[in-house]
């Protein structure tokens, strides 16, 4: 028996639905099925008001247990690393929120990372318990992100990208590739790769689609135009790997290089500029990087 959970990022609380069982109260549940977490942590959690009932209401250590009962719970990572990076806010209205992510900063709560996490210091920033973001950039790319402001409008900007009417370019620093014809379109089917984090091409129908075109050469290295018509997890790092050419300071291809972070050599991958027809207005909106990429 495994719990069904989920992460609404709205309510910055993770929520978990009791399974079956035999526990005579919620704190014997949660510390049966969450083994990482000590019976007093939960307590200390409980005490704080950092596990809420269905209703948001803060729950007491004897809360009888009840299948199907619905629990949120804040996560917490004892002495969180703090990300010595800046986010800035590129725009804000009612219904959305553009911030230039540098890099190293995840977007959302994950792993070893929740309060630095550019959700997180936008919600606190803004005052608005309501972002969420509509697509996300992985923790060592920089640049734009989207985020809905408003829960109302939320459905009409989320559909954007499903049905491919935005418009994303990135760019990216890497080695030249003077034996291919630019601009060219690489598609490869990709799945889950070794290990967990990595993906990789393999044989079968494509599923993942970038424009690469060339917009500088210096040398040995050139600055890339990548504009992904699909959005699979580090599609332009393994598409730009699998043309011979893997972005600058990559930590995961061709090969996982395990490394502290190194703030003087990120990743040279920017989400450069964003560009779509609001589904509200029909105004043409576009949202450019503050952010560059040095030689």
Request: contains cysteine.
């Amino acid at each position: 028996m495994a719990f069904a959970y989920f992460d609404p990022a709205q309510h910055q609380a993770s929520t978990v639905c009791l399974p079956p069982g035999a526990w005579l109260t919620v704190l014997d549940c949660l510390c049966d099925h969450f083994k990482a977490i000590g019976r007093e942590q939960w307590l200390d959690r409980i005490a704080r008001g950092r596990v809420l009932d269905a209703q948001g209401a803060p729950i007491s250590a004897d809360l009888p247990y009840r299948q199907g009962l619905r629990i949120h719970y804040f996560r917490e990572v004892p002495n969180e690393k703090p990300i010595l990076v800046q986010e800035t806010l590129v725009h804000v209205d009612e219904h959305l929120v553009v911030a230039d992510k540098p890099h190293f900063l995840p977007v959302t709560p994950t792993g070893e990372y929740v309060e630095q996490t550019l959700l997180r210091r936008l919600i606190r920033r803004l005052d608005n318990p309501n972002l969420v973001p509509l697509h996300r950039i992985d923790r060592h790319t920089a640049g734009l992100v989207l985020f809905s402001a408003n829960p109302q409008s939320r459905s009409a900007y989320q559909s954007l990208f499903p049905n491919r009417q935005i418009d994303k370019r990135y760019q990216a620093i890497a080695p030249a590739l003077p034996r291919l014809a630019f601009p060219l379109v690489h598609k490869s089917r990709m799945v889950s790769g070794e290990p967990f984090f990595r993906m990789q091409e393999v044989e079968g129908l494509s599923n993942s689609e970038t424009l690469a075109e060339v917009l500088e050469k210096n040398g040995e290295f050139w600055r890339y135009g990548l504009s992904p018509v699909t959005g699979k997890t580090h599609q332009l790092r393994v598409h730009m790997t699998a043309l011979g050419a893997s972005i600058c300071n990559d930590p995961f291809y061709p090969e996982v290089r395990h490394e502290e972070d190194d703030y003087s050599k990120p990743l040279k991958l920017l989400a450069h500029s964003l560009r779509f027809k609001d589904p509200l207005s029909g105004e043409a909106r576009y949202f450019e990087s503050e952010l560059t990429l040095d030689w």
